[in-house]
């Protein structure tokens, strides 16, 4: 099912935690609203879940405006960060909630909730636990619980809020991949808050990137990672180098190979992998000095200082390079280096 | 002993709380329980199943019974308004909560009797409209125990809801469930266990308690005089053996019904997987 919003905003006495927002979800998505802490996107998923009211905008689920509607009739499974599983029922029991608490005229026999809850159990592989309490259980089963319990009802759209936020860092990449495995097969619409910005490129097929209560951009992950709509946006995912012209940073650029920009942009953004590094030979004109380097697996991460031509600056700058070309390169820590800069997002 | 390697400190502990329950607990009761060997068995038996002690038996025990039950509702109702909601003189409510605790229980009661009196100003209002007499009766010591014991109710019940998760309830209503539903199956199940734990203390004040009843309950002997008053008159007409038998009984009976609550607490736990 799609979901639209518009024109949301929602303030907290003086605090105005969203502004003007207008979201576009098509049906079968899997979407991240991802932002810095604060910028409105877990009180963004409680008001398309109905946990929290608008002040102002429409929130349209499928064609039907639900604003009004209480979250109990809104049809939709929503995954709370810390699970939010029933302390005093088995996991079958919390599975089964959903079901259970359906009028009677609606209600599935017993047999059928039995048989239903065990599908949902195997679906999230965890149907040996369902006799266990919640307590009994590591945060990455509860997780999955906590998803299967939304999934009972067979919601007609999936809210998570930062579903992977308490958890170590092995399981929450297991639990990525799986989630978005999870999706692939069942085909529900769905939303999930996340602060980490690598988390939101791997799992969502829509990247949502808020701040400060507004959308600053939205499209694919690769979209959104090779035309960043603004500087926040390219600060914000992934690492980048931040260069400004008016910091006399222009000769140095100009060197580097950088092509000099349109009217008015004075900013250059240069990801870390569109550096080149060659080594100097001639020493007339190196453009940084080799500070030190970290292993990232199948990258090097190199730090370098600037040599600015006029002497001043020791700001660093990172480059990035798989690991057999920095072998090659055959570096120490000193080397004077030249550089080529592939490629720029220029800025205002 | 070897989990003293793990936590520290527990041998002073375990010492000190062996000695405290020795020293205030056990050897006052046992005191109790040696004064008794002075009696035969039949006498024992002689003394208790005298019509009048056994009318005392039923009248303390089932009006602190039906005291706790309803303090229990009272008390989780105001625990509730208490944490759930905030409102002008909250701080007021809190400081009268805890008032009973403090006020000398003679006082209550007095205060108790003079307004339910038939010619008091609720007691008048109470038997003009419904026909209903409270003071001097079984049902004003129900009252006095209500009023002894809400706050035992409310101070165990208090914490366990401020504890609780919102996100559980929300949880459920996202599932579907009514606001009926949300309480019924998933807040109330976890408040339970400390309702119950209220709802022992409040028993256990309810059935010890004597300043406070002793002014409204009128003590008419077979219908409103309670164990405790019984064993002061025994002790005032110098009948010692009476007296020991009868605390002795009600010793044996408030510690039996005591553990069965804290038996039915585990039950409960262990069944909501809290343990």
């Not at chain 1, 969502?204 to 499209?219: F, K, M, P, Y």
């Not at chain 2, 599932?175 to 309702?195: D, E, H, W």
């Not at chain 2, 005591?258 to 039915?264: A, D, E, P, R, V």
């Amino acid at each position: 099912m799609s979901i639209s919003l518009f024109d949301i905003s929602k303030n907290f006495g003086a605090f105005s935690a969203l502004n003007h927002i207008n979201l576009e979800v098509p049906e079968g998505e899997l979407v991240a609203l991802l932002g810095p802490s604060g910028c409105g996107k877990t009180t963004l998923l409680r008001i398309i879940a109905g946990l929290e009211h608008t002040d102002k905008g429409r929130v349209v689920i499928n064609g039907q405006d639900k604003t009004d509607q209480n979250v109990s009739h809104r049809g939709i499974g929503f995954v709370f960060q810390h699970y939010a599983l029933f302390r005093h029922m088995t996991v079958f029991e919390n599975v089964a909630f959903g079901l259970r608490v359906k009028p009677r005229s609606i209600r599935p026999s017993n047999e059928l909730i039995t048989k239903k809850v065990h599908a949902l159990l195997e679906l999230v592989q965890l149907d040996w636990l369902h006799n266990r309490y919640p307590d009994q259980l590591s945060g990455g089963q509860r997780q999955r619980i906590a998803l299967a319990r939304a999934l009972a009802v067979e919601p007609s759209v999936l809210l998570l809020d930062e579903p992977f936020g308490a958890l170590d860092a092995s399981v929450r990449k297991d639990l990525r991949q799986w989630l978005r495995n999870l999706h692939h097969e069942l085909n529900v619409t769905s939303i999930f808050v996340t602060h980490d910005q690598e988390e939101a490129m791997e799992v969502a097929s829509q990247v949502v990137v808020l701040n400060h209560g507004r959308i600053e951009q939205q499209g694919t992950p690769s979209q959104i990672y090779d035309h960043p709509a603004n500087a926040f946006v390219s600060r914000f995912i992934g690492q980048t180098n931040v260069f400004d012209l008016d910091e006399h940073d222009a000769d140095w650029l100009q060197t580097a190979g950088l092509l000099t920009p349109k009217q008015g942009e004075k900013i250059a953004h240069v990801r870390p992998h569109d550096i080149i590094i060659e080594k100097s030979i001639d020493n007339a004109t190196p453009l940084a000095t080799l500070k030190d380097w970290q292993h990232l697996g199948a990258l090097i991460r190199i730090e370098l200082v600037k040599n600015n031509l006029n002497g001043l600056s020791d700001a660093s700058v990172f480059a990035e390079l798989p690991n057999d070309k920095f072998k090659e390169l055959d570096l120490a820590r000193g080397d004077k280096v030249n550089l080529k800069i592939r490629q720029a997002h220029w800025f205002h | 002993m070897s989990q003293s390697s793990v936590m520290p400190g527990f041998r002073p502990t375990i010492g000190f709380t062996l000695i405290y329950l020795g020293l205030v607990v056990l050897i006052p009761l046992s005191t109790l329980v040696f004064k008794s060997f002075a009696l035969t068995l039949d006498d024992y038996v002689h003394i208790i199943t005298n019509k009048r002690v056994l009318s005392s038996f039923r009248v303390s025990f089932s009006s602190a019974l039906i005291a706790a039950s309803i303090a229990s509702v009272f008390g989780f109702i105001t625990a509730w308004v208490l944490v759930r909601y905030s409102f002008l003189g909250k701080n007021i409510f809190h400081a009268l909560i805890d008032l009973p605790f403090a006020l000398p229980t003679a006082v209550a009661g007095i205060v108790l009797a003079t307004i339910f009196q038939p010619s008091g100003f609720l007691g008048k209002l109470l038997l003009d409209t419904f026909g209903i007499q409270v003071a001097f009766k079984p049902m004003g010591i129900v009252v006095a125990l209500i009023f002894i014991s809400i706050p035992f109710v409310v101070r165990t019940v208090e914490p366990v809801l401020l504890e609780f998760e919102a996100s559980m309830e929300e949880a459920g209503a996202s599932l579907g469930a009514t606001r009926l539903q949300v309480f019924t199956k998933i807040i109330f199940p976890n408040i339970f266990p400390a309702l119950l734990t209220g709802f022992a203390l409040a028993f256990a004040r309810g059935v010890g308690e004597y300043g406070s009843v002793i002014f409204i309950a009128g003590n008419i002997p077979y219908i409103s005089e309670i164990v405790p008053l019984l064993i002061v008159t025994k002790l005032e007409q110098f009948d010692i053996e009476g007296a020991t038998a009868i605390a002795l009984t009600m010793l044996v009976i408030s510690f039996l019904l005591l553990l069965l609550i804290n038996l039915l607490q585990l039950w409960v736990r262990k069944r909501s997987g809290q343990l």
